[in-house]
């Protein structure tokens, strides 16, 4: 059984940065995918970056966030990154990292293929 404990949120100006931490313990031998996801209120869940975690590391991002964050893995620590630059208050936020097995063809940004959630962060950003 595969857990993961998120770290890194907080409170940061509208401009700032933040490195969201996700570490996992346990088996994750079922799971090719991690990703960050993020829900504020009254909002669905959103994918917005996924690494593929078996052999490379493809990644996915939602565009709203593209070119201002980063996922990034260090098998090492069983850990994934998510660097986020840039920010907005429109980021604002309780983000969550998940590991899942995404078939073929599959929406590797889509919640609904993500098994097991870590506990979530806040992410606030002022203006």
């Known amino acids: 059984q595969v857990q993961l404990v998120e770290s890194g949120g907080g409170s940061v100006q509208a401009g700032g940065s933040l490195r969201l931490s996700c570490a996992a313990s346990?088996?994750?031998?079922?799971?090719?995918?991690m990703g960050w996801f993020r829900q504020s209120p009254g909002n669905e869940r959103e994918g917005i970056a996924s690494?593929?975690?078996?052999?490379?590391?493809?990644?996915d991002y939602e565009p709203s966030v593209k070119g201002r964050f980063t996922i990034s893995r260090d098998n090492a620590k069983n850990t994934v990154y998510l660097q986020m630059n840039s920010l907005k208050p429109e980021d604002t936020a309780v983000y969550y990292c998940?590991?899942?097995?995404?078939?073929?063809?599959?929406?590797?940004?889509?919640?609904?293929?993500?098994?097991?959630w870590g506990q979530g962060t806040q992410v606030t950003v002022s203006s």
């Open positions: 690494i593929y975690i078996r052999g490379g590391s493809t990644t």
């Open positions: 346990g088996y994750t031998g079922r799971s090719n995918s």
């Open positions: 998940a590991s899942g097995n995404i078939p073929d063809g599959g929406n590797r940004l889509a919640p609904m293929f993500y098994r097991t």
